[in-house]
């Protein structure tokens, strides 16, 4: 329970409500959350670590790595088809962060807890004498045997993905002052970088219509991969119907970003080809651009083709955090 | 999941095994685990984080830093009286930590998995600029409303403890050069503080039996402190009746140490004087030293009296991890 280090004080202030209203999280007046969950479910865990100069950077807003913190692991919800429930955090704070910041921190995890409905049930808070380290263990709950994985890719489904890709990336760059675009192109690439959207809505609208998803986090590559390896199949990605924003569209690297980049936090998601009218369906009710990228083949491998067939060199198939 | 870093080879040699067997570890190869409680029982979530430097040694035993992760969780559980079920790992690692040092560590998780009948479950690796930090979300479970909790104590309640206090400071002490002892005497104590022993035995047994649990991880004062703030009442203690090691009793300092020493991760409760007789069945059965140490009270203050009924002056009511 969050009570570490003498600092009762910062948690009956800051952290309380954070957990009010929620039963599980005991009011963090006990060593552990209590959670039972609704009858004919199963419970989804996700675990993810955050730490400041390899996930985020020292300057970026509290408020924003506080959302992050929980939108990376909201993601991981969002490939298993789950429904948010609530969070424990462990938070390894350096001397130097100020009151300030952490106040600016909760703001941050509030917002985000009212918009997915989450509370917060538990964690701990210690001091560290390096960079701020976050973790936060995510629950979510999905009705029994509808959770998605990523084995269940089979020969022949369409290989869908969700939003545009490489934008994080590039994001990242701009902050990295490693590449210079327009002032309107920087803002959008840099709050895609810092602000992942899960993709939640679509998880749940994909149970029992998409047979394997992932969340893109180490590359479209790399995590394609990830779906091919555990189904035992291959795919084929068509370079040319990658969706691209406006802004990274016309940037250089452009097709290098979409296809090894991370921190996108698309859905990428299979399903039979007569599913195409049930997808287009979920794209117009989410409002949300779902385009067909590939096809899910027997070859055990993951290949790039051109418009013309062509098998593309990937320059990178995996993706390493900065 | 285990999966951040490209660390894909890592995972697959040393941390796949042990998660084996386990069907909510999902092979580690999802984002998320996987998990359904059994029917009529709650989950319990505890997550505790370690930070070399601040809750372990650089120098310490791989083996007992993997050890001491889970123990401390453990601890937790024990004091709701749950059964472990199994645990997510976050690990953020310095690049100077070896395959060796991680092999070592990777045993000692086996043994105690082994040990205390868990699995791992999910989690994530990352890289680090700093020190080692752990972070480990351990999960149980526990008939539906059976769960011990702190605010169940009640006033004219007996107040227990079990095993010794005072060791696990006093070992520190030893590690860190500002405290003589005999070889025998440094041998034990070390051992108490590097590898604290969760009393999940006795929390099962507690169940319908104490009113009021809590672990002493922040020194048996503050953690007594807890009770009485949770459950509006006030205790007195006995310090002549503290339970004392033969190591520590001849030591200068034990007294002090047992009461605010931290880390013992013994087990602190309160229970109705008719269960006296209760108590000390499961004092034998368990084969575990339990100790009657003062009385709950209506005084809304923890107080400390000697042998004449004097209250003694508390040096430091609380414990800071060094």
Known sequence: MIASDGEFDFIARH?????????AALDLGDDAALLEPAPGTQLVIAK??????VHFLAHDPAELIAKKLLRVNLSDLAAMGATPLGYLMALARPKALTPEWLARFVTGLAEDQALYGLALLGGDTVGTPGPLTLSVTMLGEVPRGQALRRSGARVGDDLYVSGTLGDAALGLKVLQGRLS?????????????RLPEPRIALGLALRGLAHAAIDVSDGLVADLGHIAERSGVGAELWAERLPLSAA???LRGALEAALTGGDDYELLFTAHPEQRPAVEAVARELDLPISLIGRID???????????GQT????????QHF
């Open 15 to 23: 952290l309380r409500p954070l957990a009010a209203g929620h039963p």
């Open 181 to 193: 675009v327009s002032m309107t192109a920087s803002d959008y690439l840099i709050e895609r970088y």
């Open 312 to 319: 593309l060199p990937i320059a990178s198939a995996g993706w």
């Open 48 to 53: 993810d670590a955050l730490v400041e100069g």
């Open 298 to 308: 027997a070859s055990q491998t993951v290949r790039v083709l051109d418009s013309h």
């Open 248 to 250: 990274t569209a016309r």
